[in-house]
């Protein structure tokens, strides 16, 4: 599967913005699709995850309450609603995909897009 990740931009703290991750190649619906960030200096952290029914949701603590994942399998595409966002959610987030289940263990996810910025200003 080949992931195509954007959304990303500049905005204010308090604001909100939406990543979408495209996702080509067959069977999309068998794949839990998650979103990394990263920093620079730091690792690539877990933000969240779907699985692939989009029956169940995970999210990092850091996150919980104010993003939002969801899927449309028809659509081969997931979202990521970010509400209220903080300067420290400032970073580049990936979407990424793992066959099956999911992990906030990034060795587990196999398929990777490129990044999209995300900046937030105070």
């Known amino acids: 599967v080949q992931l195509q990740a954007s959304g990303g931009g500049l905005v204010q703290a308090g604001g909100s913005l939406r990543l979408s991750c495209a996702a080509s190649?067959?069977?999309?619906?068998?794949?839990?699709i998650g979103w990394f960030r990263q920093t620079p200096g730091k690792e690539r952290e877990f933000a969240a995850s779907?699985?692939?029914?989009?029956?169940?949701?995970f999210y990092a603590d850091s996150i919980k309450g104010r993003f939002t994942i969801s899927r449309d399998n028809a659509k081969n595409t997931v979202h990521l609603q970010m509400n209220n966002l903080k300067p420290e959610d400032t970073a580049l987030y990936y979407c990424t995909a793992a066959w099956g289940g999911w992990s906030p263990d990034m060795s587990v996810w196999r398929y990777w897009g490129q990044g999209t910025q995300v900046t937030v200003s105070s």
């Open positions: 779907i699985t692939g029914g989009g029956g169940s949701t």
């Open positions: 190649g067959q069977s999309f619906s068998g794949y839990a």
